[in-house]
Nanobody, 123 residues
Framework: VQLQASGGGLVQAGGSLRLSCAASGRTFSSHAMGWFRQAPGKEREFVAAISWPGGSTYYTDSVKGRFTISRDNVKNTVYLQMSSLKPEDTAVYYC?????????????????WGQGTLVTVSS
């Protein structure tokens, strides 16, 4: 069971990035997926989640209208399209697989984790 996140990098404020997370089949099928982030010196926080097979999404307030989570169940990949990025979005972003097919925003409900990809937004 593996999750491989990619797509992070350095971007100027106002720019865009798309994160990808490739999952093994067992992780992806029948599991909701989420994105979390952890800024330096802060706790890991919920960013967005998508249900299985993808009919529902949920976002933390600070990214609503700027980030979009989606999934491709053929490619076993979940995406996080990030637009209008702000310096406060700077963090290591982690993808995670939930214990359930339904959306959850609680970190304890996620049992599979990727290695993280760093997003740095310069002002």
């Amino acid at each position: 069971v593996q999750l491989q996140a990619s797509g992070g990098g350095l971007v100027q404020a106002g720019g865009s990035l798309r994160l990808s997370c490739a999952a093994s089949g067992r992780t992806f099928s029948s599991h909701a997926m989420g994105w979390f982030r952890q800024a330096p010196g802060k706790e890991r926080e919920f960013v967005a989640a998508i249900s299985w097979p993808g009919g529902s999404t949920y976002y933390t307030d600070s990214v609503k209208g700027r980030f979009t989570i989606s999934r491709d169940n053929v490619k076993n990949t979940v995406y996080l399209q990030m637009s209008s990025l702000k310096p406060e979005d700077t963090a290591v972003y982690y993808c995670a697989g939930a214990r359930t097919a339904y959306i959850v925003a609680v970190i304890q409900e996620y049992e599979y984790w990727g290695q993280g990809t760093l997003v740095t937004v310069s002002s």
